[in-house]
């Protein structure tokens, strides 16, 4: 099992800055990547940025060039620095993490959880 713990989320005016992070423990040798998504009200829940175990990055177009992710040298916590926020930045954030297991021909994945981290851009 894996457990994820995230902080960093608050309020943040346009324009303004916020870092996310999140410490997975448990089984961390089990994941394969870890990232955030993010829900906003009425909407469904969309991934915002990936990184693998190997160091490659993906990001939702939404946050291209404003959203950096990164891990730290253990590779059990990362992070989300958030810049140039925007109010349709405004949802609550998760963080992700998967495995997967079984046998070359039927790999299934799980996924992890954190519980949401509020982050608001208002002014």
């Known amino acids: 099992q894996v457990q994820l713990e995230e902080s960093g989320g608050g309020l943040v005016q346009p324009g303004g800055s916020l870092r996310l992070s999140c410490a997975a423990s448990?089984?961390?040798?089990?994941?394969?990547?870890m990232g955030w998504y993010r829900q906003a009200p009425g909407k469904e829940r969309e991934l915002v940025a990936v990184?693998?175990?190997?160091?490659?990055?993906n990001y939702a177009d939404s946050v291209k060039g404003r959203f950096t992710i990164s891990r730290d040298n253990a590779k059990s916590t990362i992070y989300l620095q958030m810049n140039s926020l925007k109010p349709e930045d405004t949802a609550v954030y998760y963080c992700?993490?998967?495995?997967?297991?079984?046998?070359?021909?039927?790999?299934?994945?799980?996924?992890?959880w954190g519980q949401g981290t509020q982050v608001t851009v208002s002014s």
């Open positions: 992700n993490a998967y495995t997967y297991a079984g046998p070359p021909s039927y790999q299934l994945r799980r996924d992890y």
């Open positions: 448990g089984s961390i040798f089990s994941i394969n990547a």
């Open positions: 990184i693998t175990n190997g160091g490659f990055t």
